[in-house]
């Protein structure tokens, strides 16, 4: 190799490694040219030298383009609504992506303070619409006042703590909590006998005859007078004598007799008085009368169970 060669290479060398590396370099070379810029042969033997246009252009539009998804923890989970959430899909290593939204089951909110892997707490949490509104517990003297704010499983419940029952009595409460004022028939212990109701008044009084009795009686006092009357008909007599027998603790009962005019609702005609069972009543008419005989209580203090008596009528 020439020294006049080794020169031009060793000038090619030197320019190249100060940054004149752009651009187009003309050396001359006896009759030669030498450009460092190559050419571009076009097919039938002619070249030409390229022009430089610079950083090629993105020819994809916008909406071409692929969106990059945010990146999140994997198995992430956030709420996007009330009853929507997402979750983070693990797709790489160290980064997930957002799923699109999904509706929660029917009858659940989506609730970020719940485990990540059960994003949809049921609707008895803070989320329910009657959370914290007022409510009660328990039935008549048990209800207790408290608010909606205790979960049992999925459904809202009160937090109220329903009181005690007592056993059940005669007062217009609810004594033993079981939904139903004075249950039980504490109120209607005393049921009528073979006769009752109809003998409440005296067009459904049974016939008592000479000699006659009727034991196994009871007088209840299920309404007010009269219907807590007991009614009996005498027929039409001169002689009336009736015997009224009954527990004296259960008591006392009062003996009335009543006589029919000639027209209208049969009158009182004699009380029996007070006394101690058993309790007689003798006397003889002037004439032959239409007659009953009525059993009442003499007292206000009437036993809710009624009064078991027996009434005779003596030959």
């Not at 040219?33 to 022009?51: L, Q, Y």
């Not at 007022?134 to 205790?150: R, W």
């Not at 937090?159 to 004594?175: H, I, K, M, Q």
């Not at 504490?186 to 009752?196: A, I």
């Amino acid at each position: 190799m020439s020294a006049r060669l080794l020169v031009i290479l060793a000038v090619i060398m030197w320019l190249i490694s100060h940054g004149c590396s752009e651009g187009t370099l003309d050396i001359e070379f006896g009759d030669e040219e030498f450009n460092s810029t190559p050419s571009v042969n076009d097919g039938n033997n002619n070249t030409a030298t390229p022009i430089d246009t610079g950083t090629p252009e993105d020819t994809n539009s916008e909406d071409e383009q692929e969106e990059i998804p945010d990146c999140c923890d994997p198995n992430e989970v956030e709420c996007t609504g009330e009853e929507e959430y997402r979750f983070c899909d693990p797709v790489g290593e160290f980064c997930g992506h957002w799923t699109e939204p999904m509706d929660c089951p029917t009858g659940f909110v989506c609730d970020p303070t719940v485990a990540m892997d059960d994003p949809c707490d049921p609707l008895c949490t803070e989320n329910h619409p009657d959370w914290g509104e007022p409510c009660s517990s328990g039935d008549g003297i048990c209800e207790e006042q408290g608010t909606l704010t205790e979960c049992d499983g999925e459904v809202l419940v009160c937090d109220a703590v329903p009181g005690e029952p007592e056993p059940e009595v005669c007062n217009g409460l609810d004594n033993n909590c079981d939904g139903v004022v004075d249950s039980g028939d504490v109120c209607n212990r005393c049921l009528d006998d073979d006769f009752g109701p109809e003998n409440h008044s005296y067009d459904g009084a049974p016939e008592l005859a000479v000699g006659g009795e009727f034991n196994d009686l009871i007088l209840c006092d299920n309404e007010a007078a009269p219907a807590s009357r007991n009614w009996f008909y005498l027929g039409e007599t001169d002689n009336i004598h009736l015997q009224l027998d009954w527990e004296a603790g259960e008591g006392p009962l009062g003996l009335e007799i009543r006589i029919v005019p000639d027209f209208g609702f049969p009158q009182e005609f004699d009380d029996a008085g007070e006394g101690s069972p058993p309790l007689t009543y003798q006397k003889s008419l002037d004439e032959i009368e239409e007659a009953y005989a009525v059993v009442y209580f003499r007292t206000d203090d009437k036993p809710v169970t009624g009064t078991p008596y027996d009434l005779t009528r003596p030959n």
